[in-house]
T-cell receptor
């Protein structure tokens, strides 16, 4: 198993541009999480999906952020327009959730380091 | 409020010495607890978890953790530290959110093992 795959690994863009981050979860996992990591705020949960349906997006900082999961093997996190304060490492993680309880470990991708200038 | 805390931002230990990385929690009911490790430029990796049963949980890379219900703690331990154990360590607890129960992470503790 290749694990959770994220692309790109690094993204440098200018303020105002649209940024799309991509994630391929582990096959068979039914839950997907997007996190953001910064020195100041640590690891923040942005949104999570169960069976491709967004369950809680209360962590999405602003309307500039949106996430989709069109099928079980692909998810995107989009920022439009991007701002310098969005600079961070964005992680995708997947797991198998039984009913509404996520007791199985999360499997993380290696992240996308986003720099907005 | 239900939460998880890692009281130390950084832990320093000499190679060969035992190490402890602390985690405390506040939850209603029985806690489900996890430890993860993050190496530079990598995602978090699962080390071990406590769901029920024996209070001493053994995990990857020689790590173990002790669940203490009376002290609401789940400290990560290793008898003899290696320089390669230097990394960022996260404790997580399952908490209710959005109608489900999902992992909530502490702020992380940087472990530095000196040669």
């Amino acid at each position: 198993d290749a694990g959770v795959i994220q692309s790109p690994r690094h993204e440098v863009t200018e303020m105002g541009q649209e940024v799309t981050l991509r994630c391929k979860p582990i096959s068979g996992h039914n839950s997907l999480f997007w996190y953001r990591q910064t020195m100041m705020r640590g690891l923040e949960l942005l949104i999570y999906f169960n069976n491709n349906v967004p369950i809680d997006d209360s962590g999405m900082p602003e309307d500039r952020f949106s996430a989709k999961m069109p099928n079980a093997s692909f998810s995107t996190l989009k920022i439009q327009p991007s701002e310098p304060r969005d600079s961070a490492v964005y992680f995708c993680a997947s797991s198998f959730a039984f009913r509404s309880s996520y007791n199985s470990p999360l499997h993380f991708g290696n992240g996308t380091r986003l720099t907005v200038t | 409020a239900q939460s998880v805390a890692q009281p130390e931002d950084q832990v320093n230990v000499a190679e060969g010495n035992p190490l402890t990385v602390k985690c405390t929690y506040s939850v209603s009911g029985n806690p489900y607890l996890f430890w993860y490790v993050q190496y530079p430029n990598r995602g978090l990796q699962f080390l071990l978890k406590y769901i029920t049963g024996d209070n001493l949980v053994k995990g990857s890379y020689g790590f173990e953790a002790e669940f203490n219900k009376s002290q609401t703690s789940f400290h990560l331990k290793k008898p003899s530290a290696l320089v390669s154990d230097s990394a960022l360590y996260f404790c997580a607890v399952i908490l209710p959110r959005g109608g489900s129960y999902i992992p909530t992470f502490g702020r992380g503790t940087s472990l530095i093992v000196h040669p």
